[in-house]
């Protein structure tokens, strides 16, 4: 990052010398910059596939509980924590 912004300062400085021209500076500043977005995309493609895949895991919990739950409605299994009245979803 430190050498993309030397080339912004070049190009707004739009100083000339013999060897380089502030040109040359907005040039490189672009490339920079090009290098720095693609990174960035990159970081970018991989939070999407970890927010996808977290996704996927808790559908996956989110389904069992409501299956366990329609099971105990059902009395198909036994309530871990009966209410005070001896019977009932806890």
Request: with cysteine; aromatic share 6%; charged share 30%.
């Amino acid at each position: 990052m430190a050498a993309a912004s030397d080339a912004l300062d070049g190009w707004y400085a739009r100083q000339t010398t013999a060897e380089h021209t502030y040109v040359a500076d907005g040039h490189e500043a672009i490339c920079f910059i090009d290098a720095a977005t693609w990174k960035l995309y990159g970081v970018r493609a991989a939070r999407i596939g970890e927010l996808r895949a977290d996704k996927d895991e808790r559908a996956v919990r989110i389904d069992r509980m409501i299956a366990e739950r329609h099971a105990r409605r059902a009395g198909n299994v036994p309530q871990l924590r009966p209410d005070a009245t001896g019977g009932g979803e806890a």
